[in-house]
């Protein structure tokens, strides 16, 4: 079976998959990051959304062939090593942008990518643009798009703190 090396939060891994074994297989089953979620398994949904090589991309549209030697951040690995939340998923706990939480690491995955790369901030407009490739059943979006607002003020320095983005 083909063997492949990941740099998956940090730590190096080398697995062997099937030709066909997606990425998002290998992040859930082998190595047990659950937190990456499958919504559709059909490329719709954004559930499975992670970072390979700082682009956010859906995990099961990928095969983990094609990932190999790639660096992933997953849901997992963006917190601080002393636990400290991510801006972005602080602001998600802080705005109250998730209910069933099904949808939110892919979230939250997409959402540091597209605050990253628009270093200029971001409008309201772009924010929902930016997530046309996630769905969420349940919060009508409007929380996620105030709490991406505020992150990207924070994560780009015009905010010290979550609660002065908001003022
Ligand atoms: S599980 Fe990947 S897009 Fe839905
Ligand atoms: S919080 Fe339930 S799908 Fe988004």
Same mark, same amino acid.
């Given at each position: 079976?083909?063997?492949? #090396? %990941?740099?998956?939060? @940090? /730590?190096?891994?080398?697995?062997?998959?099937?030709?066909?074994?997606?990425? &998002?297989?290998? +992040?859930?089953? #082998? %190595?047990?990051?659950? @937190? /990456?979620?499958?919504?559709?398994?059909?490329?719709?949904?954004?559930?499975? &959304?992670?970072? +390979?090589?700082?682009?956010?991309?859906?995990?099961? /549209?990928?095969?983990?062939?094609?990932?190999?030697?790639?660096?992933?951040?997953?849901?997992?690995?963006?917190?601080?090593?002393?636990?400290?939340?991510?801006?972005?998923?602080?602001?998600?706990?802080?705005?109250?942008?998730?209910?069933?939480?099904?949808?939110?690491?892919?979230?939250?995955?997409?959402?540091?990518?597209?605050?990253?790369?628009?270093?200029?901030?971001?409008?309201?407009?772009?924010?929902?643009?930016?997530?046309?490739?996630?769905?969420?059943?349940?919060?009508?979006?409007?929380?996620?798009?105030?709490?991406?607002?505020?992150?990207?003020?924070?994560?780009?320095?015009?905010?010290?703190?979550?609660?002065?983005?908001?003022?």
């Amino acid at each position: 079976m083909p063997q492949v #090396t %990941l740099a998956v939060n @940090g /730590t190096s891994h080398t697995v062997e998959v099937e030709a066909r074994t997606l990425l &998002v297989e290998v +992040l859930r089953e #082998t %190595l047990r990051l659950t @937190g /990456t979620h499958v919504g559709c398994d059909t490329s719709q949904c954004g559930a499975c &959304v992670v970072h +390979l090589d700082g682009d956010s991309v859906k995990s099961c /549209t990928l095969l983990a062939v094609q990932a190999q030697g790639a660096t992933i951040t997953t849901i997992e690995g963006i917190a601080a090593a002393d636990g400290t939340l991510h801006p972005m998923q602080e602001a998600f706990r802080e705005y109250h942008a998730l209910q069933c939480g099904f949808c939110t690491p892919g979230m939250v995955m997409s959402a540091i990518d597209l605050v990253e790369k628009h270093p200029q901030g971001l409008s309201e407009q772009e924010i929902r643009e930016g997530l046309e490739g996630n769905i969420c059943r349940c919060t009508g979006y409007h929380n996620i798009v105030k709490a991406i607002a505020a992150a990207a003020e924070v994560m780009q320095g015009r905010a010290g703190t979550l609660a002065s983005a908001a003022e």
